[in-house]
């Protein structure tokens, strides 16, 4: 007996359960993600809030520090403003990017393969990353920057394919709102724009030559928008202030190489949080380009857009922190998860009805997902200056601290430890390091940071000879806090 249900009914079918089956993915995503927003607060995210988030004109015009993701820290101003000043409110903007990085991938790879399959189990890898949940719930601009490569690398195959002018003043638009969250975006640009290069010399552009003129004139028109968009931090702070900071400074060339080894393992320890996953599936992968070139083919040409960041760095001669490469693991990912769709298929094409296509994305995505927050991984992650005994120092000292006391602290926990005394008003003992008058002194001592109590003391303006031994008075996992009072 023939079945009643026509070919149509039965791809909107399998459309409307995909899209169902990502917003469980989705869901997941935010669980996860949402258990981390309470974890304790890290010295990017507090200066990002309290130095260049408090008003937008601040956001525009002062560069003073790289941690100021101009676009970033003005949605973390409008978020503070409805929320109040709280750390969830701080990275929602992170938190919102950091999920849409999951439905843009699947856009992507369901959009690049015309597999709607692949396109979910992509989803499921970025929803489940630990490294992508990480910056995902830390206030900075990454998975903003992540977002906007996804996105121009789906504009750009568009591009390829059938070019038209709202597809490039969307690429502008995108080009210069990642350049104007943070200026190491030319890094993920330089993939797309050498790679969507190389698509035109393989002659899979149409026209080759009209194709290069358009994207010549978009590079000039992002160009100068992002000119205009950084011109007023240029006049207040300068313009060695963006093109110029600590982290994208150029080293001698006899130091690179130590430059790009310390890079190299700190890339591969960030990436081995995914590692077995990421394993597996790269290896799938690469299987899945063996059997089917012309279809992986596609996937393995954005590689050749490498070439682009690496000759800026080269170029430069710098060795950008392992932070700024978050957004080629997408692409990985997407990779991955696009192979492994596709080879499930042709090895159990009986087990691949979308019943099961869902019941494994789920899977992978629930246990990556858990395993991060098991394995506490984010929490300990050094990454961005955390503190992490800082708010139980703070409860300690609030009960103690009056006015004649002042607090010795080392700069990068005591502006995390500041936030906890006062967030929305810096407290004095912290920040006014006078100490000639006080008639006691709290030393905090925080291990992580290599610090011991001698050096602190040896480095500091305290006039020990006018106080008392350091008394430990209260002792924390990682800190431990001592007291001196006046002698006489």
């Known amino acids: 007996m023939e079945s009643s249900v026509t070919p149509g009914a039965q791809r909107n079918g399998t459309r409307w359960r995909l899209t169902a089956s990502l917003g469980l993915v989705v869901a997941l995503g935010i669980a996860v993600r ?17 130095r260049f988030a408090v008003d937008i004109g601040t956001a525009v015009t002062n560069y003073s520090a790289p941690n100021n993701h101009i676009l970033h820290s003005i949605l973390v101003n409008l978020s503070v403003d409805v929320f109040g000043l709280e750390p969830w409110a701080v990275r929602l903007p992170a938190l919102m990017f950091g999920l849409g990085l999951i439905v843009a991938v699947h856009w992507w790879i369901s959009s690049a393969t015309g597999r709607g399959s692949a396109g979910l189990w992509a989803a499921a890898l970025v929803a489940g990353s630990s490294m992508l949940i990480q910056y995902s719930t830390v206030a900075r601009g990454y998975t903003m920057v992540a977002v906007g490569f996804v996105v121009l690398m789906e504009i750009g195959r568009r591009l ?42 393989a002659g899979r552009s149409g026209d080759g030559v009209q194709f290069l003129w358009r994207l010549a004139a978009a590079t000039l028109a992002v160009g100068l928008l992002v000119v205009l968009a950084y011109l007023p931090a240029a006049i207040t702070t300068g313009v060695a202030s963006i093109l110029d900071n600590p982290f994208i400074r150029s080293v001698a060339w006899s130091d690179l190489p130590g430059h ?35 279809i992986f ?76 927050l098991a394995s506490g991984e984010i929490p300990a992650s050094r990454e961005g200056g955390p503190f992490r005994d800082a708010p139980a120092v703070a409860e300690l000292l609030k009960g103690e601290l009056d006015q004649g006391d002042r607090v010795l602290v080392e700069s990068h926990p005591r502006i995390v430890l500041d936030w906890y005394l006062s967030p929305a008003e810096p407290s004095d003992w912290v920040i006014h390091r006078v ?50 009072e006046r002698i006489g």
């Open 160 to 201: 390829l394919d059938r070019p038209s002018l709202r597809l490039w003043v969307i690429w502008v638009v995108v080009a210069v709102a990642g350049l104007a969250t943070v200026p190491v975006f030319v890094f993920p640009l330089s993939v797309v724009g050498v790679w969507l290069l190389f698509n035109v010399i």
């Open 297 to 372: 083919g596609r996937f393995l040409s954005p590689a050749i857009g490498l070439v682009g960041p690496l000759v800026l760095v080269v170029a430069r001669m710098v060795a950008p922190p392992q932070r700024v490469w978050l957004f080629l693991w997408p692409l990985v990912l997407g990779m991955a998860g696009a192979a492994g769709a596709y080879l499930a298929e042709r090895w159990f094409p009986r087990l691949t009805a979308d019943r099961w296509t869902v019941a494994i994305a789920l899977s992978v995505a629930a246990t990556m997902g858990l395993a991060t």
């Open 34 to 50: 949402v258990a981390l927003l309470d974890q304790v607060m890290r010295n990017d995210e507090v200066v990002t809030a309290t």
């Open 260 to 294: 790009w080894y310390r890079l190299t393992v700190n890339l591969i320890v960030l990436v081995g949080r995914d590692g077995v996953v990421a394993v597996v599936y790269s290896a799938l992968f690469i299987t899945a380009i063996v059997k089917n070139r012309t």
């Open 435 to 484: 100490y000639d008058n006080a008639d006691r002194v709290f030393v905090v001592v925080y291990y992580p940071r290599e610090q011991d109590l001698e050096g602190m003391l040896d480095g500091s303006e305290v006039p020990v000879a006018e106080f008392s031994d350091p008394t430990l008075r209260w002792s924390l996992p990682e800190t431990d806090i001592y007291v001196m």
